[in-house]
C-alpha cells in the first residue's frame, strides 16, 4: 500500500514538473503581451538572480495597446499584413481541411477495412510506405500541381493536398478493427447497403477516433507554415502562420506586439481542444462500455 502511495507521489510530481515546463513560457508570454515595447526590452537588463528575474516578468505598468493595434493599426504599422484577413483565411482553410479529412479518410479506412476489394491490401501498405518519405520531397510536386491547376495564390492548394493523410487512414482502419464484423452482416440480412452501414453503424462506432483526426487536422492547418510560405504570395490571401512573418517585420522592434499576435494565434487550436476534450473522453468511455 505505501508503495503504491509513494509511486502515485512520484507520478503527480512528474507530471507537476512536466506541467510547469509547459506552462512558464506561456505564462511568460501572456505577462509580456501586457507590457509596452519599451518595457519588455528594457525589463530583463541587468537580472540580478532567479527571484529578480521572476517579478521582473510582471508588467511595470499594463496595457493592452499591443492587442487594440492589432486589428485596428496603430503608429508605426502599415496595411501590409492584415491580421483580420488572415484569420479569416486560416479559419475558411482549417475548417474545411478538417470536413474534408474526416470525410476521405473515414471513407477510404471503411473501404479498406470493410470492402474487401483485389489488390487492398498492397494497396494501403504501398500508400504507407510512400508515406514515410519526408513531406518537404512532395514539395516540387505540389508546386507543378497547383500551378497547372491554377491554384497559385490560391486558398484551394491549401486545403484539397491536405484531405488524405494516410496516417489518419490507418488511425480509422485500426480503430474500426474493434468492431465486430457481425453488425455488418446482421444490417446486410436486414437489406442495408454499404453506405447506410457506414452511416448507421460505422460511423457512431468510430466517434472517438474521428474525433481526435478531426484534432489533428485543424492543428496541421492552422499551424501549417512552409507550404502556404511557398504558394501564397498576396498578403491579403495568406493564413495567419506565416502572416505572422510579416508581422514581424511590419512590427520591426515592437516586440510586444509581436507576442501578443502569436498569443491570439494559439487561441483557436487551444480553444478547440478544451471544448472537443470532454467529448473526446465521453466517446472513450462509452466505446470501453460497449465492448466490456
Known sequence: MKESKR???IAFLFLLLLGLVWI???FWLLL???KTDSDFITS???VKGPLDYLSRMIPRKWTVVNYIEMFVGGEGTNTTANILAMFKNSFIVSIAVTLGTLIVTSLSAYAYERLPFK???QIFWALMYMSMFPNVVNLLPMFRISNALGWVDNLNALIWPSLAGVFNIFLI???MKGIPKDLDEAASIDGAGSFQIYFHIILPSIAPVMIVVGLFAFNGAW???LWPSIILTNPMNQTLTPGLRLLSGQYEQKWAHMIASCLVSMLPPLLLYLFAQKYF???ISVQAGVKG
Open 44 to 46: 530583463f537588463a541587468n
Open 32 to 34: 509580456s503581451s501586457f
Open 7 to 9: 509511486a502515485k507521489l
Open 281 to 283: 473522453l465521453a466517446g
Open 173 to 175: 482502419r485500426n480503430f
Open 119 to 121: 489488390g487492398g491490401k
Open 223 to 225: 499551424n501549417d507554415f
Open 24 to 26: 512558464v513560457p506561456v
